[in-house]
Structure formats: structure tokens, C-alpha cells
């Protein structure tokens, strides 16, 4: 069975903070992988996506892979109100179309 | 770009009818399609994954007779939520992807169903 795995919170940060979101996944030939933003009764948002080791920025944004380690994270620099949600963890599964998500930390900014 | 419609975005409706939900990749073709089933406060849970013009996979423990799945174009993917119960309410949402974007899934605005 393969697996995401997320801390699911909630995890507090204060404003204008930096909000480090965690994942770890158990399929290690996974090639692509991505953050999903959820809003409480909405449907998940692509914030970003990385395929290669290392860092890769977006604006507050920045998303970091060691496929080594089978870890992903998501860097969310001067913390805003309006980042408080839920944030998924997804990894392309090796031998399928499908995408795996993790169970998703509920992030929650604190003015 | 890629979006990805879905109709209704809330329904309500008598135990033991059927619902349908149509989802539709506005602005690129999707050759594969993703269901998935939400109950408050849980993570997403995938249903099945359909490819144009063949018949949907299903995810274990879900019931391809209950949930019925049609991808006829590249465009649009319907799901039937058959005889439906009180307990298949929830909120589904379906997503859809491209080879060409690097299998990025993007999400339709989501479906809440309410089963009286």
C-alpha cells in the first residue's frame, strides 16, 4: 500500500512567520510531486509542483524534495490570514495515472 | 488555464433516486479523469480514475454497480451516483489531468450531495 504521509495539525504560526509543512511518501520510483491548498468546503487548489531534488520557489512559496529521504516539504514565508487552510500533500503514484494524497495539515495563521 | 467544471455544484435529493455529475475540462483535453469523495473533516478519497473511451478503474471497496462512470470524450466525464442513500452523502469532487501537463491534476469546483 503505498502511503503520504502528513502531520495533520493544526499547526499555528503566527503572522508574517514562516510555515513549514512536512511529508514523507512510501513509493520511492515517485517522480512528480505536489502541494494542493483546501479551503474549508472547497476543493483543493495546485499551489505547486516539483519534480527534482532541491528547492523551487514561488513567490512566498517554496517547495523542497529529497527523493533520497522520500520527503517533501512547503515553505510559506510572511504568513498571512488568508493561508489558513488545509494543505495536501500529493505524489504521482510510479505505476499508476493516479495521484496518492496525504490525510492534510490544517495550517492556521494567527494575526 | 486548465479548468475544470463541475455541474451541479449542490444537490439535494430522495433516498433511493439517482444523481449525475458532470465534469468538464474547459480549456484542455484530459485523457484521464479522477473522482473522489469527501466526508467533513477527512482527507479526499478516490473512487475510480476513468480514461477516455474506456471503461473506469475502481478504487477497492467501491461499487461499480453504485457508482457509475461514463468518460465519452476528452472533454467530459459523468458520474452516477445510483439509488442513492442518506449515507452517500458527501461531496464530490472530481479532477482531471494531461500528459501534457506533466500529470498535474486539476480540480473541478466540487459537487455536494445531500440525500434526504
Known amino acids: 500500500q503505498k502511503e503520504v504521509e502528513q502531520n495533520s495539525g493544526p499547526l499555528s504560526v503566527p503572522e508574517g512567520a514562516i510555515a513549514s509543512l512536512n511529508c514523507t511518501y512510501s513509493d520511492r520510483g515517485s517522480q512528480s510531486f505536489f502541494w494542493y491548498r483546501q479551503y474549508s468546503g472547497k476543493s483543493p487548489e495546485l499551489i505547486m509542483f516539483?519534480?527534482?531534488?532541491g528547492d523551487k520557489e514561488d513567490g512566498r512559496f517554496t517547495a523542497q524534495l529529497n527523493k533520497a529521504s522520500q520527503y517533501v516539504s512547503l515553505l510559506i514565508r510572511d504568513s498571512q490570514p488568508s493561508d489558513s487552510a488545509t494543505y495536501l500533500c500529493a505524489v504521482k503514484d510510479s505505476s499508476a495515472s493516479k495521484i496518492i494524497f496525504g490525510s492534510g495539515t490544517r495550517l492556521s495563521i494567527r494575526p | 488555464g486548465a479548468v475544470v467544471s463541475q455541474h451541479p455544484s449542490r444537490v439535494i435529493c430522495k433516498s433511493g433516486t439517482s444523481v449525475k455529475i458532470e465534469c468538464r475540462s474547459l480549456d484542455f483535453q484530459a485523457t484521464t479523469m479522477f473522482w473522489y469523495r469527501q466526508f467533513p473533516k477527512q482527507s479526499l478519497m478516490l473512487m475510480a480514475t476513468s480514461n477516455e473511451g474506456s471503461k473506469a478503474t475502481y478504487e477497492q471497496g467501491v461499487e461499480k454497480d453504485k457508482f457509475l462512470i461514463n468518460h465519452a470524450s476528452l472533454t467530459l466525464s459523468t458520474l452516477t451516483v445510483t439509488s442513492a442513500h442518506p449515507e452517500d452523502s458527501s461531496f464530490y469532487i472530481c479532477s482531471a489531468s494531461d500528459r501534457g501537463l506533466r500529470n498535474e491534476q486539476f480540480f473541478g469546483p466540487g459537487t455536494r450531495l445531500t440525500v434526504l
Open positions: 516539483i519534480y527534482s531534488n
